[in-house]
Every structure is written in structure tokens, then in C-alpha cells.
């Protein structure tokens, strides 16, 4: 009886919800606060959409996806992927429908289900977000397990969520009003980190955000970030091939979203090469030629395929195709226990060829504060 009558609160507050408005700038917890202020893509205890970084053709999915608001504004970042939002609420699903007709969003669906049930195939999905809606659920088991199940090898996790520092009154855990205004069904810390590794998840981090006014609850919940990853798979293979004029759009996007510089780039697309996988582009990797030096730049490789030696692959395949040439430079700022492992040496902005410091990429787009590295070919 306390699970139905638990259930049907949360049923009823957000089919309430979902009639009253398109839930920009609503909170699910009615008068309490989880800390973070209004999230304008939707409902929630996080700026999800600031948070996540996303690449074009990455399959997501967004459990308790509510209006729909933040996976409309996730989707645009992945396309051609499609957004998966998952939620139980039918008139939720029906609003979130409605928004992103609204908005021109054409590679989302919405499906009505329950997160401990997702209605999603084995190894389907790239990234898993939820923002504020694990704690709803009364089998969180599940739901970390179903996650576990759709999530491809690498794929992984992102959850904003009410988490419980110290195990919680009694009383709370019994309450459906408490359990519907997120507190009441949030797990504790180590409880949640527990059950992400008893489903097999690895990289498991919980940042903590910010208290949640829980209003006379003597004991305080706190909004928390939750990221984790599924271990790859070592046999999954990518090939190496040549950069196509029609990879130029998706090789921008992918620089964007790992925030490298765009710059000159269409000029030496003939001089990129890109890891192609069965679900799309998995890895770029660019350089500029000036005369017998090289400026390599634009190595990324996306999140799934990180730790199985494919930057590796896309530096040393660029490699081969500089028989006349004698030095490679590149700068980074991310990157530097990388490129030293590949044999590239730290080098003073000075000690740059002149013809580099006059390329677009030196002129502007990078930072001055980024390392300039240099490897000397036989």
C-alpha cells in the first residue's frame, strides 16, 4: 500500500505539472529548493544541458524527461542521433511531444515507460542522462541495472539527482509528499555509488552541488552529480580512412563540442583523417603542411572510445603520410602527458617556424597560455 500510495502522488503532482504549463522554469518540489535555482530546459535539480558534453551522432537517452525542454536541447548537439526522453507520466510525454514539434526538433522521441523497465535495446545508447529522477523510482536497482544493459561498452552516465549525506528520518522514507518532491526516495551517498558498482560501472564519481532546503527536515539532502562509465570492449574494431568533403560538417561539430578551434579547418580538410566506426565518426585527426614542418592539430577522439589506443592510431596513421617531412608541432592544452608518451618534446612559443606562427590556428584561435611541443621524424 505505501508503494502505491507513493506512486500515485508522484503520478498526480506531475500530471499537475504537465497540465499547468510547458515546465520552463518549474519546480517539482513546490515551495523547497534543491539549491540550483530554476533549470529553463525543464524540471530538475541541475543545468544539465551546460554540464554534459555531447558529439554529433551519439545515441542519448534521458530518463524522467519531463516537458522534454532539456532533451530538445541536448538532441540539437547530437544529431543526426537520435534523443531518446523516457518518462511515465502520458501527459508529460504528450507536452514534451508538443515542444518539440514547437520547436523544429525532428531526431528526438518521446516514450512512455518506467525507468526500471526502459524500453530501449541492449547497447543501444551512448549516453545516459536524468536530471532529478532516479530518486523517484522504487526499484533503483533496475534502474541502474537497465542502464548498465542499454549503454554500449564505454558508453557512459550523467545524472543530477538528490542524494541523502547522512541516512535520512524515518518518517521521510514513509512520506509519498516527500518521495514526490524528490527527497523523500534519494538514496545515500554510498548507497548510490554501491549499487553503480554492483551493475558494473567504473569512473564512478559524485560531486556534490549544493544543499536542498527540505523545509523542517532536520537532517539535509543536497543535489549531487553523478558520472560513471561502462568498460569497453577491447575488440571493437574502427577503421582509419581519409577525410571526405561531406565529413567537413560533422568534423566541425565534433571540434566544437571538444572546444578546439574551427579555424582553417575547411582549408585542410584533405589533410584530415577520421575513425569510422558502424555508428559513425568516432575519432578526427588533422594537421597543416608548411614545407618540410607540419602542424598537427585536432586530435579528438569521442568519450566511448577513450583508453583503447585510437588517438594513438589517428596520430601514428597521420604520421605515415609525412615522408618529406622533418618536424611536427602541435599545441595543447589539455594534452601534454599524451603527445609526451607519443615522443613529442616541450618547446618555447619562440622556437616555432616562422611559417607556423603566420597559420590561423597561431593567429588567433589558440591561447597563449597553451604548450607548444615539438617531434623530430628520422
Same mark, same amino acid.
Given at each position: 500500500?505505501?508503494?502505491? &500510495?507513493?506512486?500515485?502522488?508522484?503520478?498526480?503532482?506531475?500530471?499537475?505539472?504537465?497540465?499547468?504549463?510547458?515546465?520552463?522554469?518549474?519546480?517539482?518540489? !513546490?515551495?523547497?529548493?534543491?539549491?540550483?535555482?530554476?533549470?529553463?530546459?525543464?524540471?530538475?535539480?541541475?543545468?544539465?544541458?551546460?554540464?554534459?558534453?555531447?558529439?554529433?551522432?551519439? /545515441?542519448?537517452?534521458?530518463?524522467? $524527461?519531463?516537458?522534454?525542454? !532539456?532533451?530538445?536541447?541536448?538532441?540539437?548537439? %547530437?544529431?543526426?542521433?537520435?534523443?531518446?526522453?523516457?518518462?511515465?507520466?502520458?501527459?508529460?510525454?504528450?507536452?514534451?511531444?508538443?515542444?518539440?514539434?514547437?520547436?523544429? #526538433?525532428?531526431?528526438?522521441?518521446?516514450?512512455?515507460?518506467? @525507468?526500471?523497465?526502459?524500453?530501449?535495446?541492449?547497447?543501444?545508447?551512448?549516453?545516459?542522462?536524468? +536530471?532529478?529522477? /532516479? +530518486?523517484?523510482?522504487?526499484?533503483?536497482?533496475?534502474?541502474?541495472?537497465?542502464?548498465?544493459?542499454?549503454?554500449?561498452?564505454?558508453?557512459?552516465?550523467?545524472?543530477?539527482?538528490?542524494?541523502?549525506?547522512?541516512?535520512?528520518?524515518?518518517? #521521510?522514507?514513509?512520506?509519498?509528499?516527500?518521495? &514526490?518532491?524528490?527527497?523523500?526516495?534519494?538514496?545515500? /551517498?554510498?548507497?548510490?555509488?554501491?549499487?553503480?558498482?554492483? &551493475?558494473?560501472?567504473?569512473?564512478?564519481?559524485?560531486? %556534490?552541488?549544493?544543499?536542498? +532546503?527540505?523545509?523542517?527536515?532536520?537532517?539535509?539532502?543536497?543535489?549531487?552529480?553523478?558520472?560513471?562509465?561502462?568498460?569497453?570492449?577491447?575488440?571493437?574494431?574502427? !577503421?582509419?580512412?581519409?577525410?571526405?568533403?561531406?565529413?567537413?560538417?560533422? #568534423?566541425?561539430?565534433?571540434?566544437?563540442?571538444?572546444?578546439?578551434?574551427?579555424?582553417?579547418?575547411?582549408?585542410?580538410?584533405? +589533410?584530415?583523417?577520421?575513425?569510422?566506426?558502424?555508428?559513425?565518426?568516432?575519432?578526427?585527426?588533422? @594537421?597543416?603542411?608548411?614545407? #618540410?614542418?607540419?602542424?598537427?592539430?585536432?586530435?579528438?577522439?569521442?568519450?566511448?572510445?577513450?583508453?583503447?589506443?585510437?588517438?594513438?592510431?589517428? /596520430?601514428?596513421?597521420?604520421?605515415?603520410?609525412?615522408?618529406?617531412?622533418?618536424?611536427?608541432?602541435?599545441?595543447?592544452?589539455?594534452?601534454?602527458?599524451?603527445?609526451?608518451?607519443?615522443?613529442?618534446?616541450?618547446?618555447?612559443?619562440?622556437?616555432?617556424? !616562422?611559417?607556423?606562427?603566420?597559420?590561423?590556428?597561431?593567429?588567433?584561435?589558440?591561447?597563449?597560455?597553451?604548450?607548444?611541443?615539438?617531434? $623530430?621524424?628520422?
Amino acid at each position: 500500500m505505501k508503494e502505491k &500510495a507513493i506512486s500515485q502522488e508522484i503520478k498526480r503532482r506531475y500530471d499537475a505539472i504537465a497540465s499547468k504549463s510547458d515546465g520552463k522554469d518549474k519546480s517539482c518540489c !513546490e515551495g523547497f529548493s534543491c539549491g540550483q535555482g530554476p533549470n529553463k530546459s525543464g524540471l530538475g535539480c541541475a543545468n544539465l544541458a551546460g554540464i554534459v558534453q555531447l558529439f554529433p551522432g551519439e /545515441v542519448l537517452l534521458d530518463l524522467g $524527461s519531463g516537458p522534454g525542454l !532539456e532533451t530538445i536541447a541536448l538532441a540539437r548537439r %547530437i544529431e543526426p542521433a537520435i534523443a531518446f526522453g523516457l518518462d511515465q507520466s502520458p501527459a508529460m510525454v504528450k507536452k514534451a511531444e508538443e515542444n518539440a514539434k514547437r520547436a523544429g #526538433v525532428s531526431n528526438v522521441r518521446f516514450l512512455t515507460g518506467s @525507468m526500471e523497465e526502459i524500453p530501449l535495446e541492449d547497447e543501444s545508447v551512448d549516453v545516459v542522462v536524468s +536530471n532529478c529522477a /532516479v +530518486n523517484l523510482a522504487s526499484k533503483k536497482e533496475s534502474v541502474v541495472e537497465g542502464v548498465a544493459r542499454v549503454l554500449r561498452p564505454g558508453g557512459r552516465l550523467v545524472i543530477a539527482d538528490v542524494v541523502w549525506l547522512q541516512t535520512p528520518p524515518a518518517e #521521510v522514507r514513509k512520506d509519498p509528499e516527500a518521495w &514526490a518532491m524528490c527527497f523523500g526516495g534519494a538514496l545515500e /551517498v554510498r548507497d548510490y555509488e554501491q549499487l553503480l558498482k554492483r &551493475a558494473g560501472f567504473e569512473a564512478i564519481d559524485i560531486k %556534490i552541488l549544493s544543499p536542498f +532546503n527540505a523545509g523542517s527536515v532536520s537532517i539535509k539532502p543536497s543535489s549531487a552529480l553523478i558520472t560513471a562509465r561502462k568498460p569497453k570492449k577491447p575488440d571493437e574494431a574502427a !577503421e582509419i580512412r581519409q577525410a571526405k568533403p561531406e565529413d567537413l560538417a560533422v #568534423v566541425l561539430r565534433i571540434l566544437e563540442a571538444a572546444d578546439l578551434p574551427t579555424d582553417g579547418v575547411a582549408d585542410w580538410i584533405d +589533410n584530415f583523417i577520421v575513425a569510422q566506426t558502424h555508428t559513425g565518426i568516432a575519432g578526427i585527426a588533422g @594537421m597543416e603542411r608548411y614545407g #618540410v614542418y607540419a602542424l598537427l592539430r585536432s586530435v579528438v577522439v569521442l568519450p566511448r572510445w577513450r583508453g583503447c589506443g585510437l588517438g594513438r592510431r589517428l /596520430v601514428d596513421t597521420l604520421m605515415s603520410k609525412l615522408p618529406e617531412i622533418k618536424r611536427v608541432y602541435l599545441l595543447t592544452t589539455t594534452a601534454n602527458d599524451f603527445f609526451r608518451r607519443l615522443g613529442f618534446k616541450e618547446i618555447s612559443w619562440g622556437e616555432l617556424p !616562422e611559417e607556423l606562427r603566420a597559420s590561423k590556428e597561431l593567429q588567433g584561435a589558440c591561447p597563449r597560455s597553451a604548450t607548444a611541443m615539438r617531434l $623530430s621524424l628520422p
